[in-house]
């Protein structure tokens, strides 16, 4: 009897530790400079300014310092944020964002922005919540991307969900 209750605390025990394993949420990003989205969009800029290729290709891709310089090589603010452009750049190091959404690797999935942005016409809220109102940059990514999310609109949008689709 008692072999038996230990047994069954021991199995509960052994599920809580795997929850709480794939519940662990991945590491928060840290950004070299608190950059701030709204306002930015806010004085009309496009999101294309600095995510370039985000109509006409794959990748959206964050910005390089030299996007920044454009506008920021001469003081601009009292912000020591902004301040940190220009010494980044006399300092010739590179802004490394870190990423907030990234399709695994080893799930060797195919996305593509042109596809969804330019020829489904999806806005980028639908897929990253409400970014252009952030005033710092989010931890975390504002809405949880996983194979459910891409299946279950395409479902709704009667897109192929055969696994080759994504899977190539
Ligand atoms: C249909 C969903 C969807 C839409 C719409 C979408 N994105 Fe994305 N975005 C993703 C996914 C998924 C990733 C991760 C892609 C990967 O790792 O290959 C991503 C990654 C990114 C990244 C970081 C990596 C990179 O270089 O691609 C940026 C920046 C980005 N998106 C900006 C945008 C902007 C700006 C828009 C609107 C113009 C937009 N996205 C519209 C799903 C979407
Ligand atoms: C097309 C012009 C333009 C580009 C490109 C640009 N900025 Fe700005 N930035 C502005 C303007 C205009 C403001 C002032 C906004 C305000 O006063 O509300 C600003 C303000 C800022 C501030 C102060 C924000 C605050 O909260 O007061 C920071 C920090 C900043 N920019 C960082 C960046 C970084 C980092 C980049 C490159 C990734 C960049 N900017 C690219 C035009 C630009
Ligand atoms: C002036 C430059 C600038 C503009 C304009 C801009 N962004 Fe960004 N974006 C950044 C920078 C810098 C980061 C990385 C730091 C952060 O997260 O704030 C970023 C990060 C992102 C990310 C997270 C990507 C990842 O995987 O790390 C998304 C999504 C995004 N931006 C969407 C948008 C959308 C949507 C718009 C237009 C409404 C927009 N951005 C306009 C500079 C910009
Ligand atoms: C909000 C809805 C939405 C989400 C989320 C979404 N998709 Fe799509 N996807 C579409 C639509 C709509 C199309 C068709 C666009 C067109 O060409 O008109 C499409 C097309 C595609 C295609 C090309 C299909 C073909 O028949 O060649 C691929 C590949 C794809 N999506 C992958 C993904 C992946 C991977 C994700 C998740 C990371 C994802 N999608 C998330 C709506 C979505
Ligand atoms: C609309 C796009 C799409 C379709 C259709 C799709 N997948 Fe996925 N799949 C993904 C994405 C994106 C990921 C990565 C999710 C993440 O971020 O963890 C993934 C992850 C996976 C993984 C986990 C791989 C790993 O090592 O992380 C497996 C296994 C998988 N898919 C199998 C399938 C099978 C089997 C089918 C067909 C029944 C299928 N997928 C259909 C987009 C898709």
């Known amino acids: ?15 809580i530790v795997l929850l709480l394993a794939a519940n662990k ?5 840290e950004q070299p400079i608190a950059f701030n989205h709204k306002a930015h969009v806010s004085k009309g800029l496009d999101c294309a300014i600095c995510h370039r290729y985000v109509r006409e ?9 030299q996007t920044c310089l454009m506008c920021h090589s001469a003081k601009m603010s009292d912000n ?13 190091e590179p802004l490394r964002w ?8 080893d799930a060797a999935a195919y996305f593509s922005h042109r596809r969804h942005v330019t020829l489904g016409n999806i ?13 710092t940059p989010p931890r975390r990514a504002l809405v949880r991307f996983n194979m459910d999310v891409c299946v279950a609109c395409h479902e ?7 696994c080759v689709t994504c899977h190539r």
Do not use: D, N
Request: charge should be positive.
């Open 98 to 105: 870190q990423r907030l959404y990234a399709i695994p690797p």
């Open 25 to 29: 949420p991945a590491a928060a990003a």
């Open 80 to 92: 020591p944020e902004e301040a940190k452009i220009r010494e980044f750049a006399k300092r010739g």
């Open 156 to 162: 709704q949008q009667k897109v192929s969900t055969a």
């Open 57 to 65: 290709q794959a990748f959206a891709t964050l910005p390089t310092i």
């Open 123 to 135: 806005p980028c809220a639908t897929c990253h919540g409400p970014m252009a109102e952030q005033t």
């Open 1 to 15: 009897m008692r072999a038996v209750w230990l047994r069954g605390v021991l199995v509960v025990a052994g599920m």
